[in-house]
Every structure is written in structure tokens, then in C-alpha cells.
């Protein structure tokens, strides 16, 4: 089958090796300008973008495409079957949503319509859901708000992150994508029911506020790992919390109730197990309590 494959971080890479090794005809690969990053700020190539060369498949990176009429016709003019499209980051318009003979399939990382928007894996943790998965969709002008061709369940527990769910839903997308592709399925429209949206995420998104109930900042702390992470601030520097578990325990909210950094919030308590202060290693409690003195009766995030 002749396509384009649009993309950008690594949650699309399996979806563009999967299509690759099956044989179909990539016609082009569609994906966000190098840009700077790191703390050197040296411009880098997008993970879909490193992949795509390295498979020596074409590549574009237009800026827009919204206002780009241009990109419009160069899309059209790929002659495609169908475009497949996995976190791009750019909003396609109606000209090339209609360009591909069978349109153009979103693999979107959410049980559909629970989550729809920029950050769905964050925001399934985050909400405490028993589960998500991923839901194959043909993409209308709406945000993700077009008909549903396949759906698989991944569960939540207690340990998920979003680092883990990332990693087993790229897995899982790959694979629906190709059923999807092979036996089209008949497209269901979305109820409107249980919709939900999980906007885009910022860094202080990050910062605990402590009079929330330990089980949600818990959450908080699996769903923004990698990123953005969650911090508070103790002594006038940033102290990222990397792990930690819900333990029992009253105060004022933010207040350390003893010396293995169990902290009060306001519902129940929080034990910190992993820590790492700006510009320092992460390390686990007890190796953080060696080197500082965080005791019963300080206070976080004042």
C-alpha cells in the first residue's frame, strides 16, 4: 500500500518500523523540523526523523501547514492510499485529510472518546482509570473525534508510569495499525458520551500542591514521569520527586511528620522513596537523608 507516515517523537518509531519491515510503500515521512534542545542547545532531528533516515525513506518538515496551500498540493501529489498519522504535532487540514484515497488513520494512545487531546497517557494516570489502550481512528477536522476502527484495552496498576504505558502502547499501535491497513474494519462513530480531553502539559504542571489527597499527588508523580516531573521546593532549591508511596500519617499539608521523609498532604501522607535535587544525582531516601538534613517538622513547597 502507498503512504505517508506522519510523526514526530519516539511513540511513533515502532508504528514506522512496523509499516516499513511489512512491506508497504512509504511514499514519505512527514515529521516535526530539527530544532534545539538539550542544554547545549544543539539543533536535533526528532526520533521519526533519525528513524526515517536511517531506513532511507524521504523525509519533509514543513513548519505549517494550516496556512500552506503549497503542502497542500505536494501531499496530493504523493498519489497516496492512505496517510498514517501518530503524535505529527501539526494539525492537518481538510485538503489533505480528503488527499488519500482511504483518508488518513490516527493511532491515538487512548480508549477513545476517554482522552482525546495532546496528553492522553498522562491524563489516564493521572485520573486513576483502571485502564487505557490505543484506538485506531479515521481523523475528521474534529479533535480526535472521528470514527473508530479498532480498540485494545491495556490495563493500569499500581506501578504504571507514563515512561512504561509510553513504551507499551508505541507496541501495541504498531500492531493495530497493521491489522487496520490488512483488514480494514468498518468505521463506528464515537459516542459523544464519557468524551474528555487531556490538554497539552506545561513544566509547572509539575509542582505538587500538597493540600491535594496523597492518592492523587501519587498519581501525579507516575504520570508526569518522564516528563514534566513533579517538584517541590524545600529550603529555597528544587526538589524533584521521582518516586513515592501512600502511607498513613496527618499534619499540616507539606509538613515532613518524621526523619524517612514522609510528608503530610491533605488527605493522608506521602513517603518520598526517590528524590533529586536540581543539579544533583537522583537518589533513593536513604541515601538523601545521608548527605541532608530533611527531619520531622520542615516544610515542603513553602
Known amino acids: 500500500m502507498r503512504l505517508a507516515f506522519m510523526g514526530s517523537p519516539d511513540f511513533a518509531v515502532p508504528a514506522l ?3 516499513h519491515a511489512a512491506g508497504h510503500q512509504i511514499a514519505a515521512v512527514y515529521c516535526q523540523p530539527a530544532r534545539p534542545a538539550g542544554r547545549g542547545q544543539a539543533v ?10 536511517r531506513l532511507g525513506l524521504p523525509v519533509r518538515t514543513p513548519p505549517r501547514l494550516r496556512t500552506a496551500p503549497e503542502e497542500w498540493d505536494a501531499f496530493a501529489a504523493l498519489d497516496l492510499d492512505v496517510a498514517v498519522v501518530a503524535a505529527y504535532g501539526l494539525i492537518l487540514p481538510k485538503p489533505m485529510l480528503e488527499a488519500p484515497r482511504r483518508g488518513c488513520l490516527n493511532i491515538h494512545a487512548s480508549l477513545l472518546p476517554r482522552w ?19 484506538t ?6 474534529g479533535l480526535d473525534t472521528g470514527p473508530m476502527l479498532l480498540r485494545e484495552a491495556v490495563p493500569i496498576t499500581a506501578a504504571t508510569t507514563t515512561a512504561s504505558l ?40 509539575g509542582r505538587i500542591d500538597w ?9 501525579r508523580v507516575r504520570a508526569f514521569d518522564p516528563w514534566p516531573g513533579t517538584f517541590s521546593t524545600w529550603d529555597g532549591t528544587v526538589l524533584k520527586i521521582l518516586s513515592a508511596v501512600v502511607a498513613n500519617g496527618a499534619g499540616a499539608p507539606g509538613t515532613v511528620l518524621d526523619d524517612h521523609l514522609l510528608v503530610a498532604c491533605g488527605a493522608g501522607a506521602l513517603r518520598l522513596t526517590r528524590v533529586q535535587l536540581a543539579g544533583r544525582a537522583a537518589m533513593d531516601a ?9 527531619a520531622a517538622g520542615a516544610r515542603l513547597g513553602a
Open 17 to 19: 518500523r512496523a509499516l
Open 44 to 53: 536535533r532531528r526528532c526520533p521519526v526523523h533519525v528513524e526515517a533516515d
Open 116 to 134: 482525546r487531546g495532546a496528553a492522553p497517557i498522562h491524563a489516564a494516570i493521572l485520573a486513576g482509570d483502571a485502564e487505557t489502550g490505543i
Open 136 to 141: 485506531i481512528m479515521r481523523m475528521d477536522e
Open 166 to 205: 509510553h513504551d507499551a502502547l508505541a507496541i501495541l499501535g504498531a500492531r493495530l495499525i497493521l491489522a487496520a491497513l490488512t483488514t480494514p474494519p468498518e468505521p463506528v462513530p464515537q459516542p459523544e458520551a464519557g468524551a474528555t480531553y487531556a490538554p497539552k502539559l506545561s513544566r509547572d504542571d
Open 211 to 219: 493540600t491535594q489527597p496523597a492518592a492523587a499527588i501519587e498519581r
Open 286 to 294: 536513604a541515601a538523601f537523608l545521608r548527605g541532608h538534613k530533611l
